[in-house]
């Protein structure tokens, strides 16, 4: 993991491989660049001209834009590395007007990226307050993120670099509590985002229920989180027959986690499920070439909220948060769950089976309901559930769906605050009725149209009575096949861990609900 540090040096005076400043468009509309604040001491080496020297270069200040030029004389760092920042605020930077905390999280990632096999990295971006040095940290760290456990000699085969070892962030304040906290936040979010990453980018040779399950209770263990794990045997008797009927055809027996993190001036309690399907070939409706190259990513809902529950419980938050993680591999064989048979679910509901490749809901119902029993003030599942929801709202965003308006407003919010894209979905009543059977309770398809809105509707059938329940529907972008971009790099990404970090933080101070 990259390190992060605070310091007060000065740009001109520091032993790094490279300094990292910030330029934008001018907010007067003409094509010319704004050296961003932070940079001050660089552009003077430059007598003032690193405005100058970059358009010269061809740069235009545009979001992510990266440009490397020989540092000024007198430096002991030998390159400046430019990133834009996107357009300067409109009150121009002498009267001290902020830059989007995204764009600045956006030009740190890809600084970072940009500086692989680097030891050390000194960042000069606008730092106004803690919180701008906690976004800073946090992009510069997500960003040089790169997953090279099957690289020879652990490092990128392509380049044969290492990620960037060191960011320091200058004009930050060391002994400050306030910065200190904003880092070591950013420390803990990123690390266990960057394990969420490496589940989903892990093989599924490699990564089963069982292995996954593994990590977790060595996560727990190290963390001081309560967790219980229940394989086939336990699924069986306790009658979970959505994890178990989708797990059937593997000869990887699937499991459920229970991770329970909790403090003793908790007042709330939230419970968060994922999707962990660890590889998804569709099983007996089995999924056509093109369509399950991917689908070691079906497990990214979670990878997500074991990360959080990890995360809360690294922050110490005032709140308890429990995290399910329901595993299994969905595979064609003998012993597979075909298209027509019944389930009979953990809650007691029959569920007709239609498609074995609508299976994603079928193990998160089982645990939708296992959380319920304990009664919750809410809870949040995250799933790479549906296509359709790629349909409507491509790779980049996710989908939110809620029993409660307000919930999900929360939720966007939240998502919207670090930096996460989503889009509130409606729950429209008339879709249930095609999910009617004319053999068991429900089945797990309805109507082709709008099946994003289908699923969301299922789930909330295993929802306890009065539970405050939110749907996360991240199969956009859960999984980066793209160039990567900003601080998001290619394969897993660990969308929603930031979003219910928040939410976890935002419940323990009592502003949410």
């Known amino acids: ?72 004389s007198g430096f002991k760092a030998p390159v400046v590395v430019a990133v834009g920042l996107g357009a300067a605020p409109e009150d121009g930077q002498d009267k001290g007007a902020a830059f989007d905390a995204e764009a600045l999280r956006r030009a740190a990632g890809a600084a970072a ?18 919180a701008d040095a906690g976004t800073i940290g946090e992009g510069a760290l997500l960003g040089a993120y790169s997953f090279d456990a099957y690289k020879e000699n652990g490092k990128n085969a392509k380049n044969g670099k290492a990620p960037l070892a060191e960011v320091v962030l200058l004009g930050g304040k060391p002994r400050d509590k306030a910065f200190k906290a904003a880092v070591d936040r950013a420390v803990a979010v990123t690390e266990e985002l960057n394990r969420a990453r490496d589940l989903i980018n892990t093989p599924p040779n490699d990564l089963n229920p069982e292995s996954f399950a593994a990590v977790a209770q060595a996560a727990a263990k190290e963390h001081g989180i309560k967790v219980q794990v229940l394989d086939e045997k336990a699924l069986t008797k306790g009658g979970y027959g959505g994890i178990l009927g989708v797990g059937a ?16 001036k908790a007042k709330k309690h939230l419970a968060f499920v994922g999707k962990g399907i660890t590889y998804d070939s569709g099983g007996i409706s089995l999924k056509p070439a093109g369509h399950n190259e991917t ?59 239609l498609n074995t490749d609508a299976e994603g809901r079928l193990v998160l119902a089982d645990a939708l309901w296992a959380a319920s029993e304990e009664k919750p003030d809410a809870i949040v599942d995250v799933a790479t559930l549906t296509g359709a929801m790629m349909l409507a709202l491509g790779n980049r965003l996710f989908g939110v769906m809620a029993n409660d308006d307000a919930f999900r407003t929360a939720i966007v919010e939240a ?14 009543e008339h879709l249930r009725k095609g999910m009617d059977s004319p053999t068991a309770d429900i089945a797990n398809m309805g109507e082709r149209m709008g099946g994003g809105l289908v699923a969301g509707l299922f789930l909330r059938e295993f929802v306890g009575e009065g539970i405050t329940w939110a749907h996360l529907d991240i199969a ?8 990567p971009f900003g601080y998001t790099p290619k394969g897993g990404t660990g969308t929603a861990v ?16």
């Open 476 to 483: 956009g972008p859960a999984f980066n096949e793209a160039a």
């Open 498 to 513: 930031r979003t219910l970090v928040r939410l976890a933080e935002l419940t323990a101070a009592g502003d949410l609900g």
């Open 113 to 130: 990226r940009a500086l692989a096999g680097a030891k050390k990295a000194a960042f000069a971006l606008p730092i106004a307050d803690a």
């Open 249 to 264: 055809g593997s000869a990887a027996a699937p499991r459920l986690v229970k991770l329970s993190y909790t403090s003793s």
């Open 295 to 353: 689908m070691k990513c079906d497990m990214s809902g979670a990878a997500a909220v074991f990360a959080a529950v990890v995360a809360a419980a690294r922050l110490g938050l005032e709140v308890n948060v429990t995290g399910w993680l329901a595993l299994a591999e969905n595979m064609p064989s003998g012993t597979a769950t075909r298209p027509g048979d019944v389930l009979r679910m953990y809650s007691g509901k029959t569920v007709e089976v």
């Open 1 to 72: 993991m990259t390190a992060l540090t605070l310091s007060t040096a000065a740009a001109s005076g520091l032993r790094a491989d490279a300094i990292v400043v910030g330029v934008a468009k001018s907010p007067k509309g003409d094509k010319g660049l704004v050296v961003a604040p932070g940079a001050e001491a660089v552009d003077k080496g430059y007598d003032g001209r690193l405005a100058a020297v970059l358009e010269t270069l061809g740069a235009s200040g545009a979001e992510g834009e990266v440009t490397k030029l020989p540092a000024p």
């Open 415 to 428: 998502a919207e605050e670090v930096g996460e894209d989503s889009w509130p979905m409606p729950l429209p």
